[in-house]
């Protein structure tokens, strides 16, 4: 589904990311972990299009997207990607249900559709009884509930999501981590999340360890370790033949992720 080749990012004379490369299937959730500083919101910004790198390639589907017009990006991040922050983002002027319908509007959905879906969405994450609140009068998990419906109203192919359990006490973290579940067994949505919660990095199909700027775990670096052990144990000829099918596979299997959202329209019908 998304694939990140090569990419290398600096904001002045520090070098933020360095030759990343990685790749996140279908129906999967990716965490990518390491310390403050490692690069990691930068990668999910990168990966979701909301900030561009120095070099490099990312690629949704079949679609490289570096490089395509502001205009046209910004449609495409709105049909196919949503955003979950730390500190939710909504809007304190706006209900839940008018936060959540508002990429909807933005994207071309009549009023009654998107406020329709809205609500729905909203009731399913529990939050029936909130439709009509602003954010100020909601607790920080109804908020952060109410960013993940906004997340899914336009049916995105991937959702990204910064820290999304880190503003939260552990009932509520437990709350997130659950709906996360959720949406991967019973949706197969795909789920990128930049996070320090080991117990929502537990709930990952995949983890990406990050240091310095560079990956220094994921799926990809794990099966050249496997291939590696193997490779002790085997002759010199099929040695060849591992490096080699390696070096094949490794060109074209590398992907990845994305963060922030972009500011919403200023006015809304």
Not at 160 to 170: I, N, Q, V
Not at 188 to 205: E, F, K, N, P
Not at 244 to 255: A, H, I, M, P, V
């Amino acid at each position: 589904m998304l694939t990140i080749k090569n990419i290398y990012k600096s904001f002045g004379n520090i070098q933020v990311l360095k030759d990343i490369n990685l790749s996140i299937g279908n129906g999967e959730i990716a965490a990518i972990v390491g310390p403050s500083g490692a690069g990691k919101t930068t990668l999910l910004q990168i990966a979701g299009t909301l900030e561009k790198p120095d070099s490099g390639s990312v690629i949704f589907n079949g679609t490289e997207l570096i490089g395509m017009k502001d205009k046209k990006l910004s449609a495409f991040r709105n049909r196919n990607m949503g955003f979950v922050f730390q500190f939710h983002q909504l809007l304190p002027e706006f209900t839940a249900q008018e936060n959540v319908a508002l990429p909807a509007l933005i994207a071309g959905s009549s009023k009654r559709k998107a406020m329709n879906k809205a609500a729905d969405l909203l009731t399913q994450l529990g939050l029936s009884d909130r439709l009509g609140h602003k954010p100020a009068a909601m607790s920080g998990g109804e908020r952060q509930r109410t960013a993940i419906a906004r997340a899914l109203i336009n049916d995105p192919e991937i959702i990204f999501a910064d820290e999304p359990t880190g503003s939260l006490d552990s009932a509520n973290r437990k709350e997130i981590q659950d709906i996360f579940v959720d949406l991967r067994d019973r949706l197969g949505q795909t789920i990128v999340m930049v996070t320090h919660d080991s117990s929502l990095a537990a709930i990952a199909d995949h983890i990406i360890e990050m240091a310095d700027g560079h990956i220094i775990s994921s799926p990809i670096t794990q099966e050249l370790e496997e291939q590696e052990i193997e490779m002790a144990e085997i002759s010199p000829e099929e040695s060849l033949s591992i490096v080699d099918s390696l070096d094949s596979g490794r060109n074209g299997s590398e992907d990845l992720i994305g963060d922030r959202v972009e500011k919403i329209r200023e006015t809304v019908d």
